[in-house]
DNA sequence: CCGTCGATGCGAACACTGTACGCACAGCGG
DNA sequence: CCGCTGTGCGTACAGTGTTCGCATCGACGG
């Protein structure tokens, strides 16, 4: 654990406890790979880095860890776990599957690396995290009477996902720069304007974007439009 | 091209044009890079690698991309070249839309590594075949009389790009296994059966796709429920 | 026809990466 | 006290993206 072999072989190098400290362990590996993560971004985590900021070597992570790829499954469940879903047995459908949605989408922001894993991974983990996820959003369609619960659910899940992914790579893209969101879009809107000069819808929606003043509240717009379409459009499969 | 620097220098080390064999271009790297993508997957392309396949030098790509960063953007525009879209001007803007749809799924659908890429980059990308993708998307929704154009298109993009990116990243877990899907399926079933056994509804869904004998059926029909969903949310929104 | 020049290809090298192997040592049951 | 099992880790290997500087090319000007 904590400490690492002394050079000279002595009384010294017997090793103690230091009990406050914990020991290097699968949950303690995770934890610190998903602080690394969130601070310094998917490519910065190397299991090197890793297991020095556990005061750890290189090598010792692999006995908890079969190999990167299943650390970045547990990460992935790990972050699963974060996501608050309102109680269940709500009357209202459409404001627990708001909760649901919006739970799912600050997790996403919260931890943009997630959205490069699911790409690669996607849902088909079975980690407990996740089927708990899905096993409330079941119960949360099912209570609300929807015939085709599952069906529901990969629906509202596939927007979710589709959404804050892309917003995930975007903000991701603009800490990449160093600049304020801003900042950044203000130094890309020349080569916007000009890249779609020949378009006649993009460039009026480019324009149009230009003119409001706050990113983060078109952001939050555009995702609650797009849920409101969806439950919409789920509303009309409910039985009356 | 072609020829690699003979290590006896003479008159034979004089390269000659063959140009049939097409020299090495920015072009030309970015479809051997795709071709590589789509039959090894992604991590199996390496500068190194794509430079042998074209007979070059791994360094001889840099003089035409700045970076496999750079590469990675110049192939998915590429490959949103490769969307058909239905011509502008239909009547029928339902028809068009899921057109659209279908389209972005098939591409993501053959080229797999789009989904894990996509993640890291978003749409932020100012390609010409995106641009021109979002412009044609853009004269649909406007002709068919959406009051606010850009918003369809972010729902509808996001719905497509969710459910797209998941597919596509569960076929290539399936691919890794290098069984088919339903040997693949068949083989976690036990596993997710029990792992779900606590969970009323999860256990459920499961052995009802585990009844289902189609693996490509299920998905197909998936994002077909979803995408009516999405387009009744949108109808809705149509002034009458 | 020769000399020069910018563009292009590339071998070697650097700093890293994930991970297999085998040894060292701790604590524990007998 | 012995031996075993679980844990840590130093070393090493086969790769990775990318930089640097040199070699060579075709085109062009004198």
């Known amino acids: 654990m904590a400490a690492r072999t002394n050079p000279i072989p002595s009384v010294w190098a017997r090793r103690q406890p230091e009990p406050d400290q914990p020991a290097l362990s699968r949950a303690a590996i995770v934890r610190e790979a998903i602080a690394m993560l ?20 290189a090598t010792s992570l692999y006995r ?64 407990p995290n996740l089927l708990s996820f899905s096993e409330r959003l079941g119960a949360l369609f099912t209570t609300a009477g929807f015939p085709e619960p599952a069906r529901a659910i990969d629906t509202l899940l596939a927007f979710v ?57 078109i952001r939050n717009s555009k995702f609650s439009y797009g849920l409101e379409v969806v439950l919409d459009g789920l509303a009309l499969r409910l039985p009356r």
Do not use: C
């Open 38 to 57: 969130d601070t310094e971004g998917i490519d910065a985590l190397s299991m090197r880095k890793l297991a020095a900021r556990l005061n750890a070597g």
């Open 161 to 217: 996902i589709g959404m804050s992914t892309t917003e995930a790579a975007w903000l991701t893209t603009v800490a990449r720069s160093g600049e304020t969101e801003a900042e950044f879009i203000a130094r890309l809107m020349p080569a916007a304007l000009q890249a779609t000069a020949d378009y006649t819808h993009l460039s009026g929606a480019y324009a149009a974007a230009a003119a409001t003043p706050d990113p983060v509240e």
């Open 64 to 127: 908890h860890v079969a190999t990167k790829d299943e650390l970045m499954e547990l990460a992935v469940d790990e972050v699963f776990g974060e996501m608050a879903l309102p109680p269940t047995g709500s009357p209202d459908w459409r404001a627990a599957a708001t909760g649901a949605a919006e739970a799912f989408r600050a997790t996403a922001l919260r931890h943009p690396w997630l959205s490069s894993v699911l790409g690669q991974a996607g849902l088909a983990y079975l980690g």
